[in-house]
């Protein structure tokens, strides 16, 4: 099964009958003249990134705006239309303080999957004693955290609560919880790689593509930032595909991947096998 | 008068060609324009409009073409970030395709149908697909 383990579904065209909610999100998101996808749109894109699955995630920034940019409701709709294609990712903001409530609920009632954080937009420290209570909402239901890591192009966001060291004391407190650092923490490469080599707790993400095309830019990270056998012998079962689509274009990183020079194995791994890990839908086998 | 309709394609592939006539030819008739021109018109830039013969071979021989101008694999300046978009351009090789088969073609209508030549289709381009796409047809006449 392939995977794309980091999806934003905010221009999803079921979800924005609201025309006010759709300018919103090309607001906050800072991405614009994308125009929305239907979903017959979304499936064909799949097929030509040769996808199975995709994580939708959730974004809730709801005390800095009033409302959840992409609400986990939304998110689970949208699976509802189609269960065999997609499986989708919980958004509480932190700074609410029904946030582990609404995580629950999130699990148990709309069947999300895990959750998904933005430290560089809504402030906050994962390191954060306040926190735990989320920590242990995701750990009493085995759900992993997807962390938006390095660079945001999203509005009002900060760089440096991104960087991979913000996240290695939450990774050693809680060796249960798997994390992910999305966007492999860019540019932040080496560090990202040093925390997957010491916590297997940790996962990343190849959700980036700031420069050149998806060739140049995964050749770049992937092979001259680091070496690309540090992937394909040490950290071959931490590493996950993930687009940011729309940011990104899902299906030139996925070819991308291909020309990397990992092994066949490897590129098993990354393009599925380590997110069913992650998600905890089974071994990965 | 002017009469306007725009088609919506949800295309499937990265390249594919579309045959639009018996769509442009319903909207002419639709108009109830008699004489006049019609115009058929891509709304994209990483798209064209093009009129050739609706054969299986020649469209295979038109994306070989195109693809030996633009080929994906070269180091081409439009492919970075884009501040206006918010994302990432990847797509160099629509918009040079999009530019060998122009964006628009026109035909002729005399009592109220398209005359076009017996090879003659109107062909949709699609060069950064898969993608939601609109085509404005225009007729234009009384």
Known sequence: MTIDIHVHPAFYEPINADAAREELRHCELDIHRNGLAPLEHVFNQMRCASLDRLCLLAQD????MGETLVSNEEVAQLVSFAPERFWGLASVDPHDGDAPGR????????????????????????????????????????????????????????????????????????P????????????????????????????????????????EFYTQCFTRDIP???????????????SDNPRFEQIRMAE?????????????????????????????? | MMFVRTLVLCTKSYNEMTVLT?????????????????TVLTRHTTTGVTVNEALECLESDIQTALALFAPEERPYCHAR???????????????????????????????????????????????DGPARREILVIVEGG
């Open chain 1, 103 to 174: 995580l629950e609920d999130a699990f148990t009632r709309l069947g999300l999957k895990g959750l998904n954080l933005h430290p560089g937009r809504s402030r906050f420290d994962p390191a954060d004693p306040a926190l735990e209570p989320l920590w242990a909402v995701c750990e009493r239901h085995d759900r992993p955290v997807l962390f938006h890591a390095g660079l945001s192009w999203e509005k009002d966001t900060l760089a440096e609560y991104g960087h991979p060291l913000r996240f290695e004391a939450l990774a050693q407190k809680h």
């Open chain 2, 81 to 127: 970030m884009l501040r206006d978009y918010g994302s990432t351009a990847g797509n160099p090789t629509g918009h040079l395709k999009a530019m060998l088969t122009g964006n628009h073609c026109h035909f002729l209508i005399r009592g109220g149908v398209l005359e076009r030549g017996g090879a003659q289709d109107v062909y949709f381009c699609e060069f």
């Open chain 1, 61 to 64: 920034y709801s005390t800095q």
């Open chain 1, 176 to 215: 249960r919880l798997r994390i992910c650092l999305g966007h492999f923490g860019w540019p932040w490469i080496r560090e990202t790689a040093m925390l997957l080599l010491k916590y297997p707790n940790v996962y990343a993400d190849t959700a980036a593509l700031y420069f050149d095309n998806a060739r």
């Open chain 2, 22 to 38: 018996p769509r442009v030819e319903e909207i002419v008739l639709e108009s109830g324009v008699q004489e006049g021109m019609v």
């Open chain 1, 256 to 285: 991308a991947l291909g020309t990397l020079g990992l092994r066949d194995s490897t590129l098993e791994l990354i393009r599925g096998e380590n997110a069913l890990v992650f998600l905890g839908e089974g071994d990965g086998a």
């Open chain 1, 228 to 242: 690309i056998t540090w992937i394909d012998r040490s950290l071959r079962h931490q590493v996950m595909f993930g």
